[in-house]
């Protein structure tokens, strides 16, 4: 079983972009959930994609969008960058069904530096 | 809103000696309480996870964590600590079993003494 796996593993742009992450979930995990971790600081939660939608959301703005595929990978948009993008962003896999496996997995991350 | 207040950053700590790191939560409901441990330049391993029933619980590394409501808190405990075990540690609060989105504390940096 491979785990969570994200691409690429480190990135850099220019302030005004637009980057695309991407994210292959655990084996038999249907939910993506995606967090931004600055420097220093926790995960902070941005969104959560089940069955192709966007499910939950965070407190981030509309710059940040996303999409899952029918294979349940997932990729992370971020448009009009700004220098405070840069981070640690997190792709997290889990069921939507918690009884069965009530864990959510964390990949490696994809670290994004916006100069 | 749920919240996580992790009190302190950074923590040293003597191999061999005990360790507790403190979390506290803010939630309305019944709270799903998560320990993730975060090695440099890796993702977050879940090191112990709180949803019901004993308020002690066991998890990897030989970690343990109580869950006391009447306090809000949730701290991390280990009797004995390793090298090894110089990370960051994050405490987290989620809903829905677990499967929605995880609010996280800012960390507490743990620091080996030899």
């Known amino acids: 079983d491979a785990g969570v796996t994200q691409s690429p593993t480190h990135l850099i742009k220019t302030r005004g972009q637009q980057v695309t992450l991407r994210c292959s979930p655990k084996s038999g995990h249907d939910t993506v959930s995606w967090y931004q971790q600055a420097l220093g600081q926790g995960p902070q939660f941005i969104f959560q994609?089940?069955?192709?939608?966007?499910?939950q959301r965070g407190n981030f703005p509309d710059r940040f969008s996303g999409h899952q595929f029918p294979n349940y990978s997932s990729e992370l948009n971020v448009n009009a960058l700004l220098l405070g993008d840069s981070a640690l962003y997190l792709c997290a896999s889990s069921r939507q069904t918690p009884v069965l496996d009530p864990e959510q997995y964390f990949g490696p991350g994809t670290r994004l530096t916006v100069t | 809103a749920q919240s996580v207040t992790q009190p302190d950053i950074h923590i040293t700590v003597s191999e061999g000696a005990s360790l507790e790191l403190r979390c506290n939560y803010s939630?309305?409901?019944?709270?799903?309480l998560f320990w993730y441990v975060q090695s440099p330049g890796q993702g977050l391993q879940l090191l112990l996870k709180y949803f019901s029933g004993d308020t002690l619980v066991q998890g990897i590394k030989g970690f343990e964590a109580e869950f006391k409501r009447s306090q809000s808190s949730f701290n991390l405990r280990k009797p004995s600590v390793h090298w090894s075990d110089a990370a960051e540690y994050f405490c987290a609060v989620g809903s829905g079993g677990g499967a929605d989105g995880l609010t996280f504390g800012k960390g507490t940096h743990l620091i080996i003494q030899p």
């Open positions: 994609y089940y069955e192709e939608e966007e499910r």
């Open positions: 939630y309305g409901a019944t709270p799903y």
